[in-house]
């Protein structure tokens, strides 16, 4: 029996455990809205007990009304924010002045680049920076008005009022209850924006529209998160973190309604795409990535708008070459690293290794159609054609088993816009010299029969099956046939 897959699926189950530890939290919104915790009581500590959803039929929130999970409701008594509230929240027997529901005070639940409630006493000011007060503040109103200031923080306070700084003194201005930062924004009263001598204080960089990274893990948001992304954007966030073997990506937080709408990760040695997401094609699972530099992109247009995404990234470290003589030593089984295991169902990886050669049926994906983005934002229609370039064209290998020896045929087929003719032209043909040499192929789990005869009809469709406008003429089809290359089973 091969072990190579138990192998894999375990190493895929660290990675996952990996980025869920890697800031200690379980919430990725401002609101909590996508909290899916355990907590049960208003408290930790001397809270009051929540009611199981189940069994609040006379409150608007119920299983009863909402059957299939919407909001995360379900046959527990768990915190959960189904209304959009500003923090999760739960119902509870013994009311207070004919209130019979909580907000939940959760530890656990703290947006990322959120540093935590605060209390302000005024002298001197939690943050001693610039400030304002607007009648229509957001979190991210605030964040970028301190921005452009050049700071590095901003707080929020009594739902108006904003104030900028470098330097949080801890000693001075001792950390509050979350619960003591749930005044609305004026703004969006799906936000916090603090209380009254509380203020709510987030990282700068949250909602910025590029950067770059370079610590193990981090969390990217989307551009002026958490308030709904301007249309018209193009943003480009660069992940290089030396001696990273692999970047493990996973999307905690994916709100894209609209198709043209995308985001995508690109190998940032080569700029090849290795994956992209859309409004009909979310993330649905990790993404590992075997580089130590990665581009993630993100494009809007000029119509629909949405909150965006939440993607947190976690930098895989190669393993330490051991001495000689310990690869030597007996009754030992040495451990595989992680950037050698084949894929799994939990991720996707960019490249893997020969393990997966036994398999029958492998799809090999081809980036054909690239073109290098522009460094500004791509405005109009230009950047409509440009967005449209981007597609994934496959090339299946079907692998016969032909006694000691794979045999393998391929049909390599070239498409690429007439935007980028005779660029695009000869890196087709470049990528085809490189098939024929390099024996052992990167390949990928093969997809499902829908998805496979979406990507193997050379064209983009929509929903409705139609396919776009997408030439594949004699001239511009590639095929290498009756080429064989064997390997040992």
């Not at 859309?278 to 000029?302: C, E, H, K, M, Q």
């Not at 690293?337 to 084949?342: G, K, L, Y």
């Not at 390099?438 to 829908?450: A, E, H, T």
């Amino acid at each position: 029996m091969d072990p190579s897959p138990i192998v894999a699926l375990f190493v895929a189950a660290f990675l996952s455990a990996a980025t869920s530890d890697a800031f200690q939290t379980e919430c990725y919104t401002a609101n909590g809205k996508d909290y899916r915790g355990r907590q049960n009581q208003t408290f930790l500590q001397g809270g009051k007990p929540c009611l199981y959803w189940n069994e609040t039929l006379q409150h608007p929130y119920n299983t009863v009304k909402y059957p299939n999970g919407e909001g995360g409701l379900g046959k527990h008594n768990y915190c959960r924010n189904p209304d959009g509230d500003v923090r999760p929240w739960c119902y509870i027997a013994d009311h207070e002045d004919g209130i019979y529901w909580k907000y939940c005070d959760i530890p656990t639940c703290r947006m990322p680049g959120s540093l935590g409630c605060f209390t302000d006493s005024g002298e001197p000011p939690t943050l001693t920076g610039t400030s304002e007060t607007s009648n229509k503040l957001t979190i991210q109103n605030c964040i970028s008005f301190c921005r452009k200031q050049k700071y590095k923080l901003a707080g929020m306070e009594s739902g108006y009022a904003c104030f900028c700084g470098n330097d949080l003194d801890y000693r001075l201005h001792g950390e509050a209850a979350s619960s003591e930062c749930n005044h609305v924004c004026f703004g969006d009263h799906t936000q916090p924006c603090g209380g009254d001598g509380r203020v709510i204080i987030f990282d700068t960089r949250v909602g910025a529209c590029g950067g770059n990274y370079t610590s193990p893990s981090a969390v990217v948001y989307s551009p002026d998160f958490p308030d709904n992304y301007n249309t018209g954007r193009a943003c480009y966030w660069t992940i290089q973190v030396p001696g990273a073997s692999a970047i493990l990506f996973n999307f905690t937080f994916f709100e894209i309604i609209d198709q043209t709408d995308m985001v995508e990760l690109l190998d940032g040695h080569t700029n090849h795409v290795v994956a992209r997401f859309d409004g009909r094609n979310p993330p649905r699972s990790a993404i590992n990535i075997t580089a130590d530099f990665v581009i993630l992109y993100f494009y809007s247009d000029r119509t629909n708008q949405a909150q965006g995404f939440a993607v947190l990234y976690q930098a895989l470290k190669a393993p330490e070459p051991r001495p000689k003589e310990e690869d030597k030593g007996v009754g030992g089984e040495a451990s595989l690293p992680a950037s050698t295991a084949e894929p799994s169902l939990e991720s996707v990886t960019g490249k893997s290794n020969d393990s997966t050669a036994g398999q029958s049926s492998q799809i090999l994906y081809v980036i054909t159609s690239s073109p290098t983005m522009p460094d500004h934002n791509m405005p109009g229609e230009g950047a409509r054609r440009r967005a449209g370039l981007t597609h994934l064209c496959p090339s299946a290998i079907f692998v016969p088993h032909l006694s000691k020896a794979y045999c393998s045929y391929f049909s390599f087929h070239v498409y690429f816009s007439v935007s980028f003719p005779f660029s695009l032209y000869s890196f087709h043909w470049f990528t085809a010299y490189l098939l024929t040499m390099v024996p052992n192929l990167i390949s990928f789990p093969l997809p499902s029969s829908r998805s496979v005869d979406h990507l193997r009809s050379g064209c983009p469709s929509d929903s409705d099956g139609h396919s776009h406008d997408c030439k594949i003429t004699p001239s511009h089809h590639c095929q290498i046939s009756n080429h064989t290359f064997h390997q040992q089973l």
